[in-house]
């Protein structure tokens, strides 16, 4: 096949818009909108920006990382930092930790480790031995939310970028429509207003399809490990994904539908739907709306089992 836009070889076909495009007009669709959302979603005439990105060396934070490193990575007024969280989970996190490293040095971003056992005093192995019942994501989201905040916290981050595709996106929002709970969606990512002691998380590439995320990588020679995490298939979001894309195959587009939807949602509804009014744990001082955060009630529970 033919670039629908020169007559050059195609190496993807755009579904949802109909269209072929060869190496160069793919990688320009990509970076278009990766710069578009970036434009949208962070204050680019500020001063000085600090910018921390959460890579877990797997490939749409690699690829967030690239990007951002390649748009903003020489402009004197934005810094560019990076960090990945060990978890803890056996012949997963290693590969992609390397990864992660390899990715940084090469761009010449700094880049710090956190860990679950160092943080919580257990690793995700042990959380899920002891609490064999639960769904390990139910545990291993909130605490990685929570290094995350802390790490851009001591980074003094304006911006925490995450690897957060279109297909991740749509799957979110599908998720809170099902479980009836329109302020959790309203209060997705982007932010665009900082609350105390919440750095404002940014996701660039919530355009882009998973996939897509996957052929630029991989044409523009950008590491990562395409390792799975042994839990993944105990994630409740599994069957949100596949309705997400059994949608998309029968209705080319709907992904981006999807998104839309939460944008025109948000463009309709009072400013205070969404709003919480957040106070501080009492055990660790994480913003909260109870008395502990959801990952110290978390520990406190393992602690009695």
């Known amino acids: 096949m033919e670039c629908s836009l020169c007559r050059g070889k195609a190496v993807y076909e755009a579904r949802y818009n ?145 690897g957060i595709n279109l297909d991740d996106y749509a799957q979110s929002i599908l998720m809170n429509v099902v479980k009836g709970d329109l302020d959790r969606m309203l209060r997705m990512a982007p932010h665009s207003t900082r609350k105390e002691g919440l750095v404002r998380r940014i996701v660039p590439l919530r355009r882009i399809p998973e996939k897509e995320v996957m052929l630029y990588a991989v044409l523009n020679g950008v590491q990562f490990d395409g390792g799975w995490c042994p839990y993944y298939e105990r994630a409740q979001r599994n069957s949100f994904r596949s309705m997400v894309t059994d949608i998309e195959d029968h209705n080319p587009g709907a992904k981006f539908a999807i998104a839309n939807f939460l944008d025109e949602l948000r463009d309709h509804t009072t400013t205070d739907r969404g709003k919480i009014v957040m106070g501080k744990c009492v055990r660790c001082g994480a913003p909260t709306t109870g008395d502990l955060c959801s990952v110290c009630a978390s520990m406190e529970a393992l602690d009695v089992l």
């Open 18 to 162: 109909g269209t072929y495009l060869c190496r160069k007009h793919f990688n320009d669709s990509v970076e278009r909108r990766f710069k578009h959302e970036l434009r949208k979603q962070v204050d680019l005439r500020a001063k000085h920006l600090e910018i921390s990105v959460a890579i877990s060396g797997g490939k749409d934070s690699s690829v967030t990382l690239f990007l951002l490193d390649k748009f903003l990575g020489k402009r004197e007024n934005i810094d560019l930092k990076a960090f990945t969280i060990d978890e803890g989970i056996a012949g997963y996190r290693d590969a992609g930790l390397e990864s992660a490293r390899q990715l940084c040095k090469k761009l010449g971003v700094e880049h710090r480790t956190l860990s679950f056992s160092e943080a919580f005093g257990r690793t995700m192995d042990e959380i899920v031995r002891k609490d064999p019942e639960t769904i390990p994501c139910s545990h291993c989201g909130p605490m990685r939310r929570k290094l995350m905040n802390i790490e851009s916290l001591e980074y003094a981050s304006d911006y925490v970028a995450l």
